[in-house]
């Protein structure tokens, strides 16, 4: 059975989505003694991203990475970075050393390729080998689009790769995602979709058939896997 809990409305899904996140992140510290996290942006984690800047947690254990990027400075407006930056890493005193961000002021595949070198020596990887996030972050467009993989999109058959830059057309934006391989590799994945936008979206991921061609948010990493809903995105259609 999927894992879906609903919420009224989304900042309680991202409050739960985060309470979430930190138990995962509780385990993996008390099992290895470090865990590695990975996040998405949007408007969506806000508040998620708010509480974790006033917990008290052992963040000097925890190893901080993004799911995609958009290409442009990490100081630019549409950064994913910036806005984690600003709305938890910054006011939660998130120790710099454990952030490792898309260098996506660089060329795209050269931020890619940086990006993919820095993950493999954070996990100790040979060049074959796919990291195993203890915990990723992601949400879904009103597209059915995940990370930096948009229906359609060619990267979405790749299981062997890490990473890479990718261009996307409906945005005219190159962006760096990792790839389905890593995705599904992860320990648990905490899904957050808020938005009656989502609704058709979210519908189709969890009820059509496995597609992610068409339905790039069906990626994902088996049982553990939980969504966060809120009662917008699960709105029947009028």
């Known amino acids: ?41 949007g408007s969506s984690p806000r508040r998620m991203f708010e509480k974790f800047a006033r917990t008290a947690f052992e963040w000097k ?9 958009r290409a442009v400075p990490p100081d630019n ?11 938890w890493l910054r006011p939660g005193d998130f120790p710099p050393a454990n952030i490792h961000r898309v260098p996506a002021e660089l060329a795209p595949a050269h931020a890619a390729a940086r990006y993919i070198a820095d993950i493999q020596k954070f996990f100790g990887l040979a060049n074959s080998e796919l990291p195993r996030f ?7 467009g009103p597209d059915a689009h995940t990370a930096s993989l948009f229906p359609g999109e060619a990267l979405i058959e790749n299981r062997a790769d890490i990473a890479a830059a990718v261009w996307v057309e409906k945005l005219q934006q190159w962006r760096i995602t990792l790839l389905p391989g890593v995705l599904m590799a992860a320990r648990h994945t905490a899904l957050l979709v808020t938005g009656g936008d ?13 597609d992610p061609l068409h339905y790039p948010a069906q990626i994902a990493s088996g049982d553990g896997t939980v969504w966060f809903v809120d009662a917008a995105a699960v709105q029947e259609p009028q």
């Open 77 to 87: 407006a549409q950064s994913n970075f910036k806005f984690t930056q600003d709305t």
């Open 1 to 41: 059975m999927t894992d879906v809990r609903q919420f009224a409305a989304g900042a309680a899904a991202a409050e739960a989505c985060g309470e979430q996140i930190l138990e995962w992140l509780r385990e993996a510290i008390e099992n290895q003694g470090l865990a590695a996290l990975a996040i998405s942006g």
């Open 61 to 69: 254990r925890v190893h901080l990475f993004w799911v995609d990027e």
């Open 134 to 140: 203890d915990v990723v972050h992601r949400g879904m």
């Open 198 to 210: 989502k609704a058709g979206a979210l519908r189709s991921v969890l009820h059509a058939p496995f």
